[in-house]
């Protein structure tokens, strides 16, 4: 059950970080709380969130990655602006890493929070 929840929150989130970029910030946490609210444990909640927020956020950054090293294009519509982070004038890929990290401890606490919330209403 843990599985599901992990490829559906991995698909929201590359859903999110390529068509919705600037609201990527309030989707991963709505999509952490959603996670949470279908689990029925905490840790299992953040859990979940955590790792579907890793894996989508690490495919994310890679496509990210390969677009730029490769095509040497930003594709505006579609996957312009991750986490407001632009390669230009950029040698390193630092901050992709540590986007990578904040967003996933952040959505595992979202989920976490979904999970209390479940618990508590019911």
């Not at 590359?14 to 949470?36: D, N, Q, R, T």
């Not at 029925?40 to 990210?64: H, P, R, T």
Request: glycine fraction near 14%.
């Amino acid at each position: 059950m843990v599985k599901s929840r992990i490829y559906l929150g991995t698909f929201l989130i590359i859903v999110i970080e390529l068509f919705l970029a600037k609201y990527s910030s309030i989707g991963l946490l709505l999509i952490g709380l959603i996670i949470g609210l279908s689990s029925e444990k905490v840790l299992e909640g953040a859990y979940a969130a955590g790792a579907s927020g890793f894996w989508g956020i690490l495919i994310c950054d890679i496509l990210f990655i390969i677009n730029i090293k490769f095509l040497g294009l930003s594709l505006q519509p579609i996957l312009g602006g991750f986490n407001g982070f632009t390669v230009s004038g950029n040698k390193s890929y630092l901050p992709i890493f540590y986007a990578l990290l904040s967003e996933t401890i952040s959505i595992a606490i979202a989920g976490a929070i979904g999970a209390i919330i479940r618990k508590v209403i019911g």
